[in-house]
T-cell receptor
Framework: GAGVSQSPRYKVAKRGQDVALRCDPI?????LFWYQQALGQGPEFLTYFQNEAQLDKSGLPSDRFFAERPEGSVSTLKIQRTQQEDSAVYLC???????????????FGQGTRLTVV | DAKTTQPTSMDCAEGRAANLPCNHS???????VYWYRQIHSQGPQYIIH?????ETNEMASLIITEDRKSSTLILPHATLRDTAVYYC???????????WGAGTKLIIKP
């Protein structure tokens, strides 16, 4: 597709339920990021993949959060035993090159709005 | 990464130039200035970035002061569709994370 695609667009989960959020990056993009955005705040970094390798997961808030990108393209963010504080928009972004080059922009999807009730 | 300071909100009349300031007084020599915007209920959209020279593309211009402690994003002819939250981000050469502040809410008025 032309851009980063995320699904579902909206997800309502009961507290304690497991959820899986999908990201289809732009074809050929090496770098993939997940961000969490609370209402009225800027996005906060969760994790970074370079191809299939998860190089940084320092932003994942707890061990209930898990991300994977097994074939270096589609990525899934999984949240186990969801809690109310997990309610947020989860954004995925991809970039053509390696961002340590310092000059490559990231393209974002529209996000998945997760509401835990 | 250096921290950025932006006004919370700004108004601009449709058709006029919108000038959005950003302070990044602790920026270091190899850190880039990035601008993104986020229209309501959408993902962030890349606008422009620069290191020390002024930059221009089809969306906007970026003016960086000579000491690099501040910058201004210029939307030359603002339209109603430019209403969004604008984020100024400073990112290091070897740091792939984008660290976001609260941004400036720009409202374009008819």
């Amino acid at each position: 597709g032309a851009g980063v695609s995320q699904s579902p667009r909206y997800k309502v989960a009961k507290r304690g339920q497991d959820v899986a959020l999908r990201c289809d990056p732009i074809s050929g993009h090496v770098s993939l990021f997940w961000y969490q955005q609370a209402l009225g705040q800027g996005p906060e970094f969760l994790t970074y993949f370079q191809n299939e390798a998860q190089l940084d997961k320092s932003g994942l808030p707890s061990d209930r959060f898990f991300a994977e990108r097994p074939e270096g393209s589609v990525s899934t963010l999984k949240i186990q035993r969801t809690q109310q504080e997990d309610s947020a928009v989860y954004l995925c972004a991809s970039s053509l090159g390696y961002l340590y080059q310092g000059k490559t922009e990231a393209f974002f999807g529209q996000g998945t709005r997760l509401t835990v009730v | 990464d250096a921290k950025t300071t932006q006004p919370t909100s700004m108004d601009c009349a449709e058709g006029r130039a919108a000038n959005l300031p950003c302070n990044h007084s602790t920026i270091s020599g190899n850190e880039y200035v990035y601008w993104y915007r986020q229209i309501h209920s959408q993902g962030p959209q890349y606008i422009i970035h620069g290191l020390k020279n002024n930059e221009t593309n089809e969306m906007a211009s970026l003016i960086i002061t000579e000491d690099r402690k501040s910058s201004t994003l210029i939307l030359p002819h603002a339209t109603l569709r430019d209403t969004a939250v604008y984020y100024c981000i400073v990112r290091g050469y070897s740091n792939y994370q984008l660290i976001w502040g609260a941004g400036t809410k720009l409202i374009i008025k008819p």
